[in-house]
């Protein structure tokens, strides 16, 4: 707490590395172990549990947006934009990419990363550059959080899915931190990143990469998220201003 009192930067930079370097420790340790997603579930279950205590002692729900929206839903559209893009994805082809348990352990480690990543940078790190300038906050919160997705390539992803993830990472965090901005609550930006991450243990993306090379897939699924995220990013900056809650 002292720290955090101190720096709310560099407390937030802390929880970005010890995030990004636990899991992807974990992610060698499952494949080491022969049980995918055990090791980086268990380690996402532990930090969520740790920093949801931190939060409640500290009385810091309000401040980091762990609250009601205070815009109603027809105003947001309903979420029906977050929706679609978190899930359109399953049109393009359905299945299950890993057996039971595996799936079961990803699904788990994905809600915990929807809460983990959207109060990290949505949160801390947001709120803290925030105090000096709102705009700087905006931009910075929203490319780190790209930015760390580029952390996959070392984890042996393909490059051109991973750069279709750093670009729509890009646009998901402009669109997250303006929805905060106008609702003054990370909650749906934590629903809709923590859905939108589970569902793709259940896409295969049969329907395109039968047709297309698994590039050109990617490339189609990406542009497609990026024409609805980015119209919904349109209305959402749109909406009224609205001052977030002062820390206590």
Not at 3 to 29: C, D, H, P
Not at 133 to 144: C, F, K, P, Q
Not at 205 to 232: Q, R
Request: charged content about 15%; proline content about 2%.
């Amino acid at each position: 707490m002292k720290l955090f009192r101190k720096n709310e930067v560099t407390f937030a930079v802390m929880l970005i590395v010890i995030y990004v370097v636990g899991m992807s420790v974990m992610m060698n340790l499952s494949e080491d172990t022969g049980v995918k997603e055990c090791a980086q579930m268990i380690f996402a279950l532990v930090m969520t549990a740790g920093l949801s205590v931190f939060i409640k002692r500290s009385s810091l729900g309000d401040h980091l947006g762990l609250r009601k929206p205070e815009v109603s839903g027809g105003r947001m559209l309903f979420y029906i934009p977050l929706l679609a893009m978190a899930v359109i994805q399953i049109v393009f082809g359905a299945g299950a990419e890993y057996n039971a348990l595996t799936s079961v352990f990803f699904v788990v480690k994905m809600l915990c990363v929807g809460f983990l990543e959207e109060v990290i940078f949505r949160g801390f790190l947001f709120r803290g550059i925030a105090r000096d300038s709102l705009n700087r906050a905006v931009i910075i919160s929203s490319l780190t959080f790209a930015a760390g997705h580029i952390v996959n390539l070392l984890n042996g992803a393909h490059i051109t899915e991973n750069i279709c993830q750093v670009i729509y990472a890009v646009m998901v965090g402009f669109l997250l931190v303006f929805i905060f901005l106008r609702t003054a609550s990370i909650v749906p930006c934590i629903v809709f990143h923590a859905v939108n991450n589970a569902v793709t243990a259940f896409c295969t993306g049969s329907l395109l990469k039968d047709n297309f090379s698994e590039g050109t897939a990617d490339i189609i699924m990406l542009g497609i998220k990026l024409a609805i995220g980015a119209a919904y990013l349109l209305w959402v900056v749109r909406l009224p201003k609205r001052e977030l809650p002062e820390m206590q």
